[in-house]
């Protein structure tokens, strides 16, 4: 079975590590806050300029001037803190924040990415994304292996206009999580009940299978 | 005016001077932290043929959205539009020209703007549409850009308190680009929710100093909410 949105987000989580600072992008990165580890804490970064942004508030605290990146009302956690945009993009940029989630129309086998924009359709921006893309060390990408049509997204070359080249280092999709190494996409992880064959018949760029591949496992 | 007091007393003064063609450049993150009644003088004056610095547009008929209306805005650099029809439609008829601009790349544009720093290299946009045209240079083993700053005619800001001298402090989120917009314009004008005397906020909490304040209005804020989410 292919995994479900939320799926992918608590596989997603498994990924952080106690104390990281994590930037999640909109959609599918977003959920991955409701599965963190109970063991670990991290502290979520929003690009327009909070750095530990808590639940969203009861009715009775909805504050215009709290929102995250989503435009979504927000709380700070404890030990927060909030500052401009120039001050979130330093932290961004410097490679401060140490891991970004986001989800992709394309990743291909060098690490680029494609999230933004396709030609012909209305461009609406790349908001942050390009920044964070620049700035992470370790960026997971969340996204599904195949369009609806059965074409992969896991390609040799990006076809569409790129928001960061070889930055991805890991993807995580509905059938599978995949690193990126020296040229090629290196599976680790099944989704449970998803065989080798079927995520090799999906991905479109260079694959690498080393022995058995596990079945990635949910608490 | 007199001395240090930058305090004035109607929209039509604080935007006095604006003209076609001009350059606003505009804090704010979506609804959050805009400067409500500056944009609002903006429209009544119907000043035609800006260019707008912002991260988003507005949406439709709320902040800067409202310029659209009569098709005041000739140029908008922003990092994302996508909440709003009448800028579709305006784009798609070829009646509006945006420059989309990474976020960060932008808040960095009007911060070395304001700080007299021409242009910046920046990795963020290397190999992708972004960078297309620009000048590239290898530093430590990567490529980065060179981005150019950002410096309008006008900057128009949203402070939560404003003292009469300028100086400024922000609340929560609503901070956003309001800081680096206040440093990147010939005349900036803050839009304040209270207006204090001098000493009444502590200098160690002033966010902006008022060397970069122009003009203080006390503005009244509707404070829309783009999407309103709650744990209950």
């Known amino acids: 079975m292919s995994l479900s949105r939320e799926q992918i987000a608590q596989r997603v989580a498994q990924e952080f590590n106690d104390g990281d ?52 009302t927000v709380t700070a956690a404890t030990g927060a803190a909030i500052f401009s945009s120039a001050e979130s993009f330093a932290m961004i940029r410097g490679g401060h924040v140490d891991v970004t989630v986001l989800g992709a129309f394309e990743v291909d086998q060098n690490g680029n990415i494609a999230s933004y924009m396709i030609p012909g359709k209305l461009v609406k921006g790349m908001g942050g ?54 040229g090629e996409f290196v599976l680790k992880e099944r989704a449970p009940g998803v065989s080798v064959e079927e995520i090799r018949s999906k991905t479109a760029g260079q694959l690498r299978v080393d022995g058995d591949i596990p079945e990635m496992t949910f608490v | 005016m007199a001395g ?11 935007m006095a001077g604006l003209e076609d063609n001009m350059t606003v450049i505009a804090g704010g993150f979506g609804l959050c932290g805009i400067p409500e009644g500056l944009i609002a003088e903006i429209k009544n004056k119907g000043t035609k043929g800006l260019t707008v610095v912002s991260n988003n547009c507005g949406i439709d008929g709320f902040g800067l959205g409202i310029l659209l209306e009569d098709k005041q805005i000739k140029k ?4 994302y539009v996508g909440e709003n029809a009448l ?31 021409p242009a910046f290299y920046t990795a963020t946009g290397y190999g992708t549409p972004v960078g297309e045209g620009k000048e590239s240079r290898e530093f430590n083993g990567r490529q980065y850009i060179l981005e150019e ?16 001298y300028g100086n400024c402090i922000y609340r929560h989120t609503a901070q956003n680009f309001n800081p680096m917009a206040a440093t990147a314009g010939k005349i900036t004008v803050v839009e304040a929710e209270e207006i204090v005397e ?17 003009r203080v209005i006390l503005g009244q804020f509707e404070k829309r909410i783009e999407k309103i989410t709650t744990s209950d």
Not at chain 1, 32 to 52: K, T
Not at chain 1, 146 to 175: Q, R, W, Y
Request: aromatic content about 6%; hydrophobic content about 40%.
């Open chain 1, 21 to 72: 600072y994590v930037n999640l992008g909109i959609g599918i990165p977003t959920l991955a806050a409701n599965y963190v580890p109970a063991d670990i804490e991290v502290m979520l970064q929003s690009e327009n300029g909070l750095l530990g942004m808590g639940p969203y508030p009861t009715k009775a605290n909805v504050d215009a001037d709290m929102i995250n990146a989503g435009k979504e």
């Open chain 2, 198 to 214: 001098p000493g009444e906020l502590s200098p160690t909490d002033i966010q902006t100093p008022g060397i970069y304040v122009d």
């Open chain 1, 129 to 182: 994304a390009m920044d964070l893309v620049a700035g992470a060390d370790n960026i997971i990408v969340t996204m599904m292996h195949a369009n609806k049509h059965g074409e992969s997204k896991i390609l040799t070359e990006c076809t569409l206009p790129l928001t960061g080249v070889s930055c991805i280092t890991k993807v995580i999709t509905d059938l599978a999580y995949m690193e990126i190494e020296n």
């Open chain 2, 76 to 79: 908008m650099v922003s990092s």
């Open chain 2, 149 to 164: 700053s950002i410096t309008g005619e006008f900057a128009i800001v949203k402070a939560w308190k404003a003292d009469r």
């Open chain 2, 87 to 117: 800028f579709e439609k305006q784009l798609l008829n070829g009646e509006l020209e945006v420059e989309l601009t990474p976020q960060g790349t932008l808040a960095e544009k009007m911060r070395a703007g304001g700080a007299g720093i």
């Open chain 2, 4 to 14: 240090f007091d930058k305090v004035v007393s109607s929209y039509q003064e604080a």
